[in-house]
Structure formats: structure tokens, C-alpha cells
């Protein structure tokens, strides 16, 4: 059992106790829900974080008008939703908005400001938008620097999008150092098993496969595959991750059968997020998997399994 799945019924029922206790627009309903939302996300049940989240949003809006720090909270919420449901487009003004509240409330220096500038980053990356990206990684990274000090956590994790972009740009030798500042300080701050200690794990290991280094890149997947199995559950989608990227590397390694066993166990739980297109149907790094039999039977059986469960749903 993961982190998440312990929260989950600890959030529903504070979430009902409010219910229960409150009227159906107050703005402690309208936290709970979105925080259920939230996680209800991070199991990667988007539809009915979607639903959470946007009945967070109306209330905020509702009770405590446009501009306030709780609505940009919400509105970052759906905005995360639709970004791992593939809508880019739909994000981006989401985000958008809930920095201009941020900024607007508390000055251009705040750590929800870093915070804002760095999932904008982030989805700008998504998009292609490599320039924007990293302009808005590298403000995030002198706030966060300035207010928090150069060894907080969310140094680390500005550093660690700054350098996944260097390294979706081929620059591999800029990266490494701040892949590797990123892990020193998570794993000193928060402990070896935590979650984004393995993300950056998983993202040294990626910069070791394009370098050639396949031992390594497949140490540090095992160890991020530990972590994340043990925090988020067995068939979490980010867990599944790291069993995908060890398939990646057993294909490099001319190790096909190894590679689709990974395969079989990472693909089902990609199945309803933005994994699957990204990744099933168009990461090159898996393209002389795609035409064999076993893995397209992988794929088959997936989609007959999507397909059934929602005829079942009402």
C-alpha cells in the first residue's frame, strides 16, 4: 500500500465531516475538495479529479472572489489534471492565471511565484516551447535560491527541471552537475526513500542511458523503482515509469525478452493517462518493439480491458 492510498481515506472523510457540518459552498468544503482531488490524481483517476477539483474551483470563486490565493491553488489543480490528460492547451491559461494571482497578491519574489513559474516551465516544455521554458526555470531558480536558501527542496526541484530540459536539448554536459546537486540535496533533506528522490534517480539514469552508461542508468532505475513502488503502490503510473525506462535500457542491451517483461508489467498501468501516447504509441526509444507479436498483444489486451470496464460504468 503507497503514501497515497493511506491519505485517500483520511481525506474523504474530513471531506464529509465538512459536508456534514458546513454549508455545501464553504470555502473548508472547497479545500477538502481539493485536496481529495489532488490525490485522487496522483492514483491517476483523472476523471473524477476533474470533477473534485472543478467543484473546488466554482466554490473559491463563488465565496471568495477571482483573485484570491486559494482559486490559483484550484486552478493549478485542473490545470495538472488536464495537462497528464493531454490537454496542453487547456493548461496553459490555467496556469497563467494562477500566476497572475500569485504575482499580483504576493510580489514578484515568493516561493508561490517560483512555484507558478515553474509548472508554466514545465508545461512549456510539453508544448516544444524550449526557450520560454527555460527562461521561466532559471527566475524560479534565483527566487527559490534567494527566499529559501541554496539547500531547500525546491531548489533541488528547480534544478532538476532545469536540467531535464538540457537534457531534451542534447545538453548533457550542462546537466549532469545540477541532476546531481538535485539529488544531494533531496536525499539530505528528505530522507533516501522519498519520491523525488527516486524522480531524481530516474532522471540521472535517463542523462547515463543517452551517455552509453547502461549499468548505471539500470542501478539507478531499480533503486527509483524501490522507492516510488513502495510510496505510491505497485501500480501507480509513475511507478510503472521506471519499470518502462528499464525496459528501455534492457532493449539498448540487446536484451528483447527482458525488455518486454518490463514492458508487460508497465504498460496496463498506463492505460487513461498521458503515458500512453507519449510513450505506447510514440517514444521512439521502443519503435523495434512495436512490431512484435507480444507486444502488440501487450496493447491488445489493455485496450479490450479499457474498453470493457467502460461499458460497465454507467
Not at 526541484?157 to 532545469?162: E, G, K, M, Q, V
Not at 533531496?186 to 539514469?205: C, E, F, M, T, Y
Request: charge should be neutral.
Amino acid at each position: 500500500m503507497g503514501l497515497y492510498d493511506l491519505a485517500e481515506p483520511l481525506a474523504r472523510e474530513a471531506l464529509a465531516l465538512r459536508e456534514k457540518a458546513l454549508e455545501p459552498s464553504h470555502s473548508d468544503v472547497a479545500a477538502s475538495l481539493n485536496t481529495l482531488g489532488n490525490i485522487r490524481r496522483k492514483h491517476g483517476m483523472l476523471v473524477e479529479a476533474e470533477a473534485l477539483i472543478k467543484r473546488s474551483l466554482e466554490i473559491r470563486e463563488k465565496v471568495l472572489g477571482p483573485d484570491h490565493l486559494d482559486v490559483a491553488q484550484s486552478l493549478n489543480s485542473l490545470a495538472i489534471v488536464r495537462w497528464r490528460q493531454g490537454k496542453l492547451a487547456e493548461a496553459e491559461p490555467l496556469l497563467k492565471r494562477s500566476l497572475g494571482i500569485h504575482e499580483k497578491a504576493l510580489g514578484p519574489v515568493n516561493p508561490d511565484v517560483a512555484t507558478s513559474l515553474n509548472n508554466l516551465a514545465t508545461l512549456y516544455v510539453d508544448q516544444g516551447k524550449f526557450g520560454e521554458a527555460e527562461a521561466l526555470y532559471r527566475r524560479s531558480l534565483e527566487i527559490w535560491e534567494q527566499v529559501l536558501g541554496p539547500d531547500h527542496p525546491d531548489v533541488a526541484a528547480s534544478l532538476n527541471n532545469l536540467a531535464t530540459l538540457f537534457v531534451d536539448q542534447g545538453k548533457l554536459k550542462e546537466a549532469e552537475p545540477l541532476l546531481k546537486r538535485s539529488l544531494d540535496i533531496r536525499q539530505k533533506a528528505l530522507g533516501s526513500d522519498h519520491p523525488d528522490v527516486a524522480l531524481s534517480l530516474n532522471n540521472i539514469a535517463d542523462l547515463y542511458r543517452k551517455q552509453g552508461k547502461l549499468a548505471e542508468a539500470e542501478s539507478l532505475l531499480k533503486r527509483s523503482l524501490e522507492i516510488k513502488q513502495k510510496a505510491l503502490g505497485p501500480n501507480h503510473p509513475d511507478a510503472a515509469l521506471a519499470l518502462y525506462n528499464l525496459g528501455v535500457v534492457a532493449l539498448m542491451r540487446g536484451q528483447r525478452s527482458t525488455a518486454l517483461a518490463y514492458m508487460r508489467r508497465a504498460i496496463p498501468c498506463f492505460e487513461g493517462t498521458s503515458y500512453w501516447k507519449a510513450l505506447v504509441e510514440e517514444d521512439p526509444d521502443i519503435a523495434a518493439l512495436r512490431g512484435n507479436p507480444e507486444f502488440r498483444m501487450i496493447v491488445t489486451e489493455v485496450k479490450k480491458h479499457a474498453a470493457a470496464k467502460e461499458k460497465r460504468e454507467p
